[in-house]
């Protein structure tokens, strides 16, 4: 017999998840001083990545690190253009999200072709943690996942211990506030950005993996449906803080769930009002409770 | 920089030249078939758009005609996308989805010796060479419906539709009728993902309309539909799949699939226009000329009570002859 509240909780975190290890990502390579608007894009090539790598080998693990991997030569793809090219990179992004939405299309129709019309990964089962998963309530919650998740708990304390309690972490963000001035002091900002945006296509792209093999095993176009542009507004509500991001996504995901729930229920009173629920919910709590808005002052300008 | 050689660049010119003409066609002789589509998605989505291609080919294959097709993607090309048919000489230009409508209208005055059809086209949109035509799903959703409350414990289905627009609504209350005519009791709960192509999103909604009790699954949501199938196989309950035969999505969930016979219906049209047979009206595809119906899964077929295998033949054979009626909702 399962605790109220429970199933929804549940789901809550399922559904925060890709959202989560995007935002974390971004929150990383924002704190170096790089827009990467790129991120549906990455989450987009992850998921097809994912899908291929696990249906090519017959191994939903070796599936997820083709998704990761694909996330991240992605955005070291944006890194050459932005780093090396000098590209702008507000416009790169846009390009990247585009070739990624073209991209993926083709490279799926030309798998499904040569497939004869019907690709199905194996999917990433979900692990129960032994001893944890029982505990009442938060056993079932937070325990009853598939690995990517369980990597995304461990991936947002240590981003916030990284980029905060480090001394890695204060040059990255010293690249991040004034890229001249960290050049100065000998910090190397171009291998601090492309490293970071490596990190970050690599969460970008196992978020996408979770939607693609974690959740359904398959790959449709623009299957991301926009949870990459959610992410980037989460980075700037969660204050460039890889906690506070993670708590926007959890509860964004939560009114999500909420909102499904409703809607389950035959509660079809105001569907467009429900609709609206987790975006209105997410802006009003963090409109609320954090703090003084503060991103890296060197964004988005380039090396200085 | 290396600059491109400008010759090497007027020839990448040129070949993107004939790459974009080859769809076009040079004028041909009168007495032929020349079909195009205009489509308003990639035409091997595997669903609406698939469909389609595969009527024009075998429009092509069964009746000879010459075929040319178009992805268009915004309604300022639904207008161009039927003139530049028209012109090149199409007899017959088929355009997929109600948003092409009022370019129809307006094209086929300016070509009255060309035939235009609008699928799932509004009421009202037809006129001496303009047709539309709608595939009324709600006669095998219908049949689902009554299947489903023989196989559902709770007493609750779900459907998940892709937009909450008409044709989708209306097939959802044909399934909770058919499902009230073996349960009076019978309650059908109607999700929406708001697209047609969040898997995620529909895959989420699913497993909450299962918490909430649903044990019986429905969806008209296109690609997102594959989200539902797959939370029904995960979690073991009933589904029903939609527009194509869908058992091999979910082997273990799908009990039998609400088709339409898209590519059957385009041929009969193109047939029509090659005998001289058209005229412009609303068309509505049914099960009475077997361009609707369920399509079972062998493999799940045995889990249906007898019984109820034998009502829902009957019921079947009524529709196709047209003495049971499945009111259309809406529209």
């Known amino acids: 017999m399962s605790l109220p509240l429970e199933q929804p909780a549940h789901l809550a975190v399922a559904l925060a998840t890709p959202i989560a290890l995007a935002a974390v990502g971004e929150t990383i390579v924002e704190s170096t001083g790089v827009l990467f608007l790129g991120l549906e894009g990455a989450m987009l090539v992850g998921a097809l990545g994912a899908v291929l790598g696990a249906h090519a080998s017959g191994s939903a693990a070796v599936g997820v690190f083709c998704g990761i991997a694909a996330g991240s030569i992605f955005a070291l793809l944006f890194a050459f253009l932005t780093l090396k090219l000098r590209a702008d990179d507000v416009i790169a992004g846009t390009a990247m999200n585009l070739l990624a939405a073209g991209g993926t299309a083709v490279a799926w129709r030309a798998a499904l072709s040569r497939a004869g019309g019907d690709v199905r990964a194996p999917g990433l089962e979900p692990l129960t943690v032994p001893l944890l998963s029982e505990i009442p309530f938060l056993g079932t919650v937070l325990f009853q996942h598939h690995a990517i998740t369980y990597a995304l708990i461990l991936v947002v304390p240590a981003a916030g211990i990284f980029l905060f309690r480090t001394s890695a972490g204060l040059r990255w963000r010293a690249a991040g506030e004034s890229p001249l001035a960290a050049a100065s002091l000998g910090i190397a900002t171009i291998s601090v950005r492309a490293r970071a945006l490596g990190i970050c296509g690599a969460l970008a792209g196992a978020g996408g993996a979770c939607l693609s093999i974690a959740d359904t095993r398959t790959f449709v176009e623009g299957m991301t449906a926009g949870r990459g542009f959610l992410a980037l507004a989460l980075v700037i509500f969660g204050n460039h803080r890889p906690g506070w991001v993670g708590s926007a996504a959890l509860l964004f995901g939560g009114a999500l769930a909420a909102q499904y729930g409703f809607a389950a229920a035959g509660w079809n009173v105001a569907p467009e009002a429900f609709r609206a629920l987790p975006y209105v919910l997410s802006l009003a709590v963090l409109a609320l409770f954090v703090g003084k808005r503060r991103a890296p002052s060197g964004l988005g300008q380039g090396l200085g | ?331």
């Not at chain 2, 509004?122 to 049949?143: C, F, I, K, Q, T």
């Not at chain 2, 000329?289 to 045995?302: F, R, S, T, Y």
């Open chain 2, 1 to 331: 920089m290396r600059r491109m050689a400008p010759f090497r660049f007027l020839a990448c010119i040129g070949l993107l030249l004939a790459a974009s003409c080859s769809g076009g066609s040079s004028p041909n002789s009168p007495a032929k078939l020349h079909v195009a589509l205009l489509s308003p998605g990639p035409v091997n989505d595997n669903g609406w758009n698939a469909s389609a291609y595969e009527g024009l080919l075998r429009i092509e294959k069964e009746l000879g005609a010459k075929k040319s097709q178009q992805q268009v993607k915004n309604p300022s090309e639904f207008e161009e996308g039927y003139r530049s048919n028209a012109r090149a000489g199409a007899t017959l230009i088929f355009g997929h989805g109600f948003e092409f409508g009022d370019a129809a209208l307006k094209v086929g005055k300016e070509f009255p010796g060309t035939k235009f059809l609008v699928s799932a086209g509004a009421p009202g949109v037809h006129s001496e060479n303009v047709a539309s035509m709608v595939w009324r799903v709600e006669d095998a959703a219908y049949l689902c419906g009554r299947i489903a409350a023989s196989l559902s414990k709770t007493g609750k289905a779900g459907c998940v539709g892709g937009e909450d627009i008409p044709p989708v609504r209306s097939a959802f209350n044909a399934f909770e009728q058919g499902a009230k005519l073996g349960n009076p009791n019978f309650e059908v709960r109607q999700v929406y993902v708001g697209n047609w192509h969040d898997i995620g999103a529909a895959r989420a909604q699913t497993l909450s309309l299962i918490e909430a009790g649903c044990d019986v699954l429905f969806h008209d949501a296109d690609a997102a539909g594959l989200g539902m199938l797959e939370a029904a196989e995960q979690k073991g309950v009933f589904a029903f799949g939609c527009t194509k035969d869908q058992s091999s999505s979910a082997p273990k969930a799908v009990v039998a699939s609400a088709v339409t016979d898209v590519p059957k219906s385009f041929v009969e049209i193109a047939r029509e226009i090659q005998e001289g047979r058209f005229r412009g009206r609303r068309i509505e595809w049914t099960r009475k000329e077997g361009m609707v119906g369920i399509v079972w899964n062998p493999a799940m077929k045995a889990r249906v009570p007898a019984e109820v295998l034998k009502q829902v033949e009957e019921l079947d054979s009524k529709i196709a002859s047209g003495s049971l009626k499945i009111p259309y909702s809406a529209q």
